[in-house]
């Protein structure tokens, strides 16, 4: 299966990505014991994003030898890998309106994973919150494992921030699993949930999904495998184009600013983007009460691809 972008979609992207990336496309092929994802041209290399099966990390290779293989191939070539069992556990949720992609490990882990989501704001990045987080579990955990769930708009409008968390990655501050939030987050907040977000008609779901891919990869991200469907909104169809994709869409069982608690193996869900200081606050409540149990590694943070793949 190969989908490409036209020139006019990568008209929404800046001129310094327009003159990066080009022919980006879906891509399967095998290399090695590892999945290619996507192809694509940046100045005179051919590049892949390529997914370890067993991990479910994904990084760049350049000018590789590969063999293309079709999803269904992909499938048996992987069966058993945890990359597959979590594709597989997706395909059976995706009949939801909220909230249908994964959203919990095994209850007996001790901990939670963060993720942390910037969709379209005209406010600063929330910098205290990351500090905080930092600074709680740096004694535990040093980088700090943590996902963000990140949005093109976003990143256009917010280089400065962009800068800051990748410096916090640079320094050993971080360890961030970054997440395609799509590229423009679509909301109305007259429409309803049926209609809304993602579901809002006349949206491009490939467009959304792959123009964020190369906004990321431009700004020097790495992109996950997972997807967060903005307000955890989806239907089945559009559920399903993610996953043809190749993708684990990713929900959450502790949407804090919704009042829902952080319980063992929980994919807990803030907004540090200054939209919803309320889910911030309670986190960072948590943190407090927790603190000795932080400190003694009773109560750990989780990378999310661990979590998942124990789901």
């Not at 704001?121 to 709680?136: A, E, G, H």
């Amino acid at each position: 299966m190969k989908y490409f972008l036209t020139f006019l979609l990568l008209g929404l992207l800046s001129t310094r990505s327009l003159a990066q990336i080009s022919q980006y496309e879906v891509f399967f092929a095998q290399y090695q014991n590892e999945l290619v994802i996507r192809k694509w041209k940046e100045a005179d290399a051919i590049k892949y994003l390529v997914v370890n099966p067993e991990n479910l990390k994904t990084h760049i290779l350049n000018n590789i030898e590969v063999q293309t293989v079709t999803w269904n191939n992909v499938l048996n070539l992987f069966e058993k890998t945890p990359y597959i069992h979590d594709w597989q556990f997706e395909k059976h949720r995706d009949y939801e309106l909220q909230d249908a992609g994964i959203t919990k490990a095994d209850s007996t882990l001790q901990g939670f994973s963060l993720t942390i989501d910037l969709c379209p704001s005209s406010k600063p990045l929330t910098r205290s919150f990351f500090q905080n987080v930092i600074k709680s579990f740096e004694i535990s955990e040093r980088p700090v494992p943590l996902t963000i769930t990140i949005t093109g708009i976003w990143m256009q409008k917010h280089q400065d921030d962009l800068d800051w968390l990748k410096q916090q990655e640079k320094v050993g501050n971080l360890r961030i699993t970054w997440v395609n939030h799509s590229y423009t987050h679509r909301y109305d907040p007259k429409l309803p949930l049926t209609n809304n977000f993602l579901l809002e008609h006349g949206t491009n779901i490939l467009s959304e999904v792959l123009l964020n891919e190369q906004a990321m990869l431009s700004n020097g991200l790495v992109p996950s495998i997972y997807f967060r469907f903005p307000g955890l909104v989806s239907d089945k169809s559009i559920f399903d184009e993610v996953l043809a994709l190749g993708l684990l869409p990713l929900g959450s069982d502790a949407w804090l600013a919704k009042g829902e608690a952080i319980k063992n193996g929980s994919v807990v869900l803030v907004h540090a983007n200054g939209n919803e200081p309320l889910g911030l606050a309670l986190f960072q409540k948590m943190l407090r009460k927790n603190e000795g149990n932080i400190k003694s590694k009773k109560w750990l943070l989780w990378d999310i691809s661990n979590l998942l793949s124990k789901e």
